[in-house]
């Protein structure tokens, strides 16, 4: 028998999709992040709000399969030997921070009135941190790849892990009687060691088989479903073996990374991902239920405070104990305060199995909600409360009484090339930058660089600008270059200046502040990129070299006339009709013509 839906099912979809097209650009446009955008979006369209859904844990339930692909992409990002390369940060500095978040807000459960069972499960379910809250925050801010995020990243997967063990713990909390005897709970604890057991072996000797043969096949969508086969297959296998359909993902992943299909099946699983992605929180906003907070929020509010308050300060102890900066340290604690999605799932096990009752449930997985949505505000108010991080000078010299032929302003990788033609000649060099980072990198390699500013004079003359030959400023900023060109120019008129141009209009900027060379990087490569290609398309070499130096040869009279012009279209005017036309292509002896008649080339009027 068919079954129809009607007109209100499709209404509630296009509320959901309505709500977050609204409100996610809204709130990225006010700073507050898309995941607070995607939880009041929620709020508004669920019961308390629109009242288009009555049962948010349905959606909840749905939108936990974007938390499931989220992991299988981590997965799919952590080879087991990167896994093994940060052992030390997931079991060690992982388990650290469990342990002692886990131990202080027990204790704050404790002295809170509650029985020791319920007091260890609210606050170990707390300690479990968001995962996609704190990867969306991370990606937003395009920070996920740093060190500080990377030892985030870890101890996030070391909870992840830690709801195995903790499910564990509750059974084995189970009042007696309540789920019969102690064998049936052994006897489930085995069933989840075996069903991981299976899936490790599925995924060693079955996985990378199933997609060779899928792949030999062509079919496109064939890729697809088989990716979301793996994906949700997992999560199923580890749900029925009472584990956590995330983690069985997660490890679905680790298994799949070293897999040459693991850049395709990341790609066909990224827009499911994005999509239940934003529906999860889109559930945990609806989930958020006012009724509670409007009867219990004295007592709401005192577990909000008094849990992510100890859960920071036990983070930031564990963070300044093995040895991070402070400022990475507050970072961390602010970020990693709040509860996470896992906190759910430990919770519902703790009430289905007699620890919590219906009223201590609703009103600490209000808790974890009111903390999730808490946790972007708080890393606005953190990020902007913050000073400015202030670099490092350990081990770095500053530039002061620098004698030597040739100064380098900024050794980035021009800087770096730039330099090495000088001293292979034997020709002394100092060099200055003021990006501390590059300085430390730079001394690995044998490079001496000191630190200083170039557009202040007070460091040109530290660094010798009034005794050098040449001065060569090679910094990436067009702007900063101009302002060190005009200064060494007015300061030091006797040393030749040369320096590195972004592009066309700074080239002429450059030109009139009367430098005595300057050159678009880009432009150059680009002219030994074409030769490479006439060489390619069996162009005699001197033939090439010739037509590129022709390009060459035009493209700086159009740059003098323009220059002189004043702007680019009196130049472009002045040059309208001057074309290139260089002999046609000829293949070597005995070979084909490999790309036909060449056409008459015409010389764009204005290149990059």
């Given at each position: 028998?068919?079954?129809?839906?009607?007109?209100?099912?499709?209404?509630?979809?296009?509320?959901?999709?309505?709500?977050?097209?609204?409100?996610?650009?809204?709130?990225?446009?006010?700073?507050?992040?898309?995941?607070?955008?995607?939880?009041?979006?929620?709020?508004?369209?669920?019961?308390?709000?629109?009242?288009?859904?009555?049962?948010?844990?349905?959606?909840?339930?749905?939108?936990?399969?974007?938390?499931?692909?989220?992991?299988?992409?981590v997965g799919l990002e952590m080879q087991p030997s990167r896994l093994w390369r940060m052992r030390r940060q997931i079991f060690g500095l992982g388990t650290l921070q469990v342990i002692a978040c886990g131990a202080l807000l027990t204790g704050v459960g404790l002295l809170g009135g509650l029985r020791p069972a319920v007091a260890f499960v609210a606050a170990m379910g707390f300690v479990l941190t968001s995962t996609a809250i704190v990867m969306q925050i991370l990606e937003e801010r395009g920070v996920i790849t740093t060190p500080p995020a990377q030892r985030i990243v870890?101890?996030?997967?070391?909870?992840?892990?830690?709801?195995?063990?903790?499910?564990?713990?509750?059974?084995?909390?189970?009042?007696?009687?309540?789920?019969?005897?102690?064998?049936?709970?052994?006897?489930?604890?085995?069933?989840?060691?075996?069903?991981?057991?299976?899936?490790?072996?599925?995924?060693?000797?079955?996985?990378?088989?199933?997609?060779?043969?899928?792949?030999?096949?062509?079919?496109?969508?064939?890729?697809?479903?088989?990716?979301?086969?793996?994906?949700?297959?997992?999560?199923?296998?580890?749900?029925?073996?009472?584990?956590?359909?995330?983690?069985?993902?997660?490890?679905?992943?680790?298994?799949?990374?070293?897999?040459?299909?693991?850049?395709?099946?990341?790609?066909?699983?990224?827009?499911?991902?994005?999509?239940?992605?934003?529906?999860?929180?889109?559930?945990?906003?609806?989930?958020?239920?006012?009724?509670?907070?409007?009867?219990?929020?004295?007592?709401?509010?005192?577990?909000?405070?008094?849990?992510?308050?100890?859960?920071?300060?036990?983070?930031?102890?564990?963070?300044?104990?093995?040895?991070?900066?402070?400022?990475?340290?507050?970072?961390?604690?602010?970020?990693?305060?709040?509860?996470?999605?896992?906190?759910?799932?430990?919770?519902?096990?703790?009430?289905?199995?007699?620890?919590?009752?219906?009223?201590?449930?609703?009103?600490?997985?209000?808790?974890?909600?009111?903390?999730?949505?808490?946790?972007?505000?708080?890393?606005?108010?953190?990020?902007?409360?913050?000073?400015?991080?202030?670099?490092?000078?350990?081990?770095?010299?500053?530039?002061?009484?620098?004698?030597?032929?040739?100064?380098?302003?900024?050794?980035?990788?021009?800087?770096?090339?730039?330099?090495?033609?000088?001293?292979?000649?034997?020709?002394?060099?100092?060099?200055?930058?003021?990006?501390?980072?590059?300085?430390?990198?730079?001394?690995?390699?044998?490079?001496?660089?000191?630190?200083?500013?170039?557009?202040?004079?007070?460091?040109?003359?530290?660094?010798?600008?009034?005794?050098?030959?040449?001065?060569?400023?090679?910094?990436?900023?067009?702007?900063?270059?101009?302002?060190?060109?005009?200064?060494?120019?007015?300061?030091?008129?006797?040393?030749?200046?040369?320096?590195?141009?972004?592009?066309?209009?700074?080239?002429?900027?450059?030109?009139?502040?009367?430098?005595?060379?300057?050159?678009?990087?880009?432009?150059?490569?680009?002219?030994?990129?074409?030769?490479?290609?006439?060489?390619?398309?069996?162009?005699?070499?001197?033939?090439?070299?010739?037509?590129?130096?022709?390009?060459?040869?035009?493209?700086?009279?159009?740059?003098?006339?323009?220059?002189?012009?004043?702007?680019?279209?009196?130049?472009?005017?002045?040059?309208?009709?001057?074309?290139?036309?260089?002999?046609?292509?000829?293949?070597?002896?005995?070979?084909?013509?490999?790309?036909?008649?060449?056409?008459?080339?015409?010389?764009?009027?204005?290149?990059?």
């Amino acid at each position: 028998m068919a079954v129809e839906s009607g007109p209100g099912d499709l209404i509630r979809v296009v509320a959901l999709l309505g709500a977050a097209v609204v409100a996610v650009p809204l709130f990225r446009r006010l700073g507050l992040g898309s995941v607070l955008g995607y939880l009041a979006a929620g709020l508004a369209i669920g019961p308390f709000g629109l009242g288009l859904f009555s049962d948010p844990q349905a959606i909840l339930h749905i939108a936990e399969l974007g938390v499931v692909m989220f992991l299988f992409v981590v997965g799919l990002e952590m080879q087991p030997s990167r896994l093994w390369r940060m052992r030390r940060q997931i079991f060690g500095l992982g388990t650290l921070q469990v342990i002692a978040c886990g131990a202080l807000l027990t204790g704050v459960g404790l002295l809170g009135g509650l029985r020791p069972a319920v007091a260890f499960v609210a606050a170990m379910g707390f300690v479990l941190t968001s995962t996609a809250i704190v990867m969306q925050i991370l990606e937003e801010r395009g920070v996920i790849t740093t060190p500080p995020a990377q030892r985030i990243v870890a101890i996030l997967l070391l909870e992840d892990l830690a709801i195995v063990p903790l499910l564990a713990i509750v059974a084995l909390l189970v009042p007696a009687g309540a789920m019969g005897d102690s064998g049936i709970r052994w006897a489930e604890i085995g069933i989840a060691l075996g069903t991981l057991a299976a899936l490790v072996a599925a995924g060693v000797w079955l996985l990378n088989p199933l997609f060779r043969v899928l792949a030999r096949s062509g079919a496109r969508e064939v890729m697809t479903a088989a990716a979301l086969l793996v994906v949700l297959g997992s999560a199923l296998l580890m749900q029925l073996g009472g584990l956590s359909m995330a983690m069985g993902a997660f490890l679905a992943g680790v298994l799949l990374s070293e897999s040459t299909f693991r850049h395709q099946l990341e790609a066909e699983i990224e827009p499911f991902r994005g999509l239940l992605l934003g529906l999860f929180f889109l559930g945990v906003g609806m989930a958020l239920d006012l009724r509670v907070i409007a009867v219990d929020w004295p007592a709401i509010v005192a577990w909000v405070i008094a849990f992510m308050a100890f859960k920071s300060v036990a983070i930031y102890a564990v963070a300044r104990a093995t040895r991070a900066p402070p400022r990475d340290a507050v970072y961390r604690s602010a970020l990693m305060a709040q509860g996470g999605e896992f906190a759910f799932v430990l919770y519902a096990t703790a009430a289905a199995s007699g620890i919590f009752d219906a009223h201590i449930h609703a009103v600490f997985t209000t808790v974890v909600i009111v903390s999730m949505a808490l946790t972007p505000l708080i890393m606005l108010l953190v990020t902007r409360l913050m000073p400015a991080p202030k670099a490092s000078m350990d081990g770095i010299d500053l530039a002061d009484g620098l004698e030597a032929t040739v100064l380098v302003i900024g050794f980035g990788r021009f800087g770096q090339i730039t330099s090495q033609a000088l001293l292979a000649r034997g020709i002394s060099v100092s060099i200055i930058d003021n990006d501390t980072d590059m300085i430390r990198a730079a001394a690995g390699f044998g490079f001496k660089v000191y630190y200083g500013d170039g557009k202040r004079l007070d460091v040109l003359l530290a660094s010798g600008a009034a005794k050098v030959r040449a001065i060569a400023v090679c910094v990436e900023k067009p702007d900063d270059a101009l302002k060190i060109a005009e200064l060494v120019r007015h300061e030091f008129p006797v040393a030749r200046v040369l320096v590195r141009a972004y592009d066309r209009g700074h080239a002429i900027k450059l030109m009139d502040l009367g430098v005595d060379y300057q050159i678009r990087e880009t432009f150059e490569s680009a002219l030994a990129f074409g030769e490479a290609a006439l060489l390619a398309l069996d162009v005699p070499a001197t033939e090439a070299a010739e037509t590129v130096a022709d390009v060459r040869r035009r493209d700086l009279e159009r740059l003098t006339l323009q220059q002189t012009a004043g702007d680019f279209k009196a130049g472009r005017d002045l040059l309208r009709g001057n074309v290139i036309r260089p002999a046609p292509l000829t293949p070597a002896a005995g070979q084909r013509q490999p790309i036909g008649e060449a056409p008459a080339a015409v010389a764009p009027t204005q290149p990059a």
